[in-house]
């Protein structure tokens, strides 16, 4: 009883709405009832989608580099930037790195490291090159980029399954 109730006044209020047209201007000019250039469209199953072709080139922004950020706000803001990637691979490949060699870099390795995660390059790159999947470009292939690969070698075995704690 309580269920056919429940469905009959679910019907009741998603009737309206299942059923609800609306009318709009189609692209060719030629409508549903062919009067004024307007098309039915039902639960807007029917509304045309609008795909815009890419252009050839598009510019990848640079990263605004910081020559005169001290060295320990510089590796403060490269531990913030390895755990939030966007990608949880990285994430997890990037922070663990970060927590076990980061503090031992000198400025020049440093440096390295923020030009590589924060450089012209996509998160899937990263992962690639670390992972050995696709060839290092020569710009990028660096110290860093070797202990980086070695990290991901993980040759100890080590269990990396959460980022380290802060």
Do not use: C
Not at 22 to 33: I, L, N, P, V
Not at 56 to 62: A, H, K
Not at 88 to 97: A, G, I, P, Q, V
Not at 133 to 139: F, G, L, S, V
């Amino acid at each position: 009883m309580l269920r056919q109730l429940i469905t009959t006044v679910g019907q009741r209020t998603l009737t309206p709405l299942l059923a609800r047209t609306q009318r709009f201007s189609a692209a060719t000019g030629a409508g549903g009832d062919g009067k004024d250039g307007k098309q039915d469209v039902v639960n807007h199953a029917d509304v045309p989608i609008i795909d815009y072709e890419d252009p050839d080139y598009l510019p990848l922004p640079e990263y605004p580099f910081r020559p005169d950020e001290p060295l320990d706000v510089k590796k403060q803001r490269l531990v913030y930037q390895s755990r939030k990637r966007g990608m949880l691979e990285n994430d997890l490949l990037l922070s663990t790195f970060v927590a076990k060699h980061l503090k031992g870099l000198n400025a020049e390795l440093t440096d390295q490291y923020d030009r590589l995660i924060n450089g012209v390059t996509n998160d899937w790159d990263i992962y690639y090159w670390a992972t050995e999947n696709k060839p290092t470009p020569p710009e990028y292939q660096n110290e860093i980029m070797n202990m980086l690969k070695e990290h991901v070698a993980n040759a100890q075995r080590e269990k990396r399954l959460r980022q380290p704690n802060l």
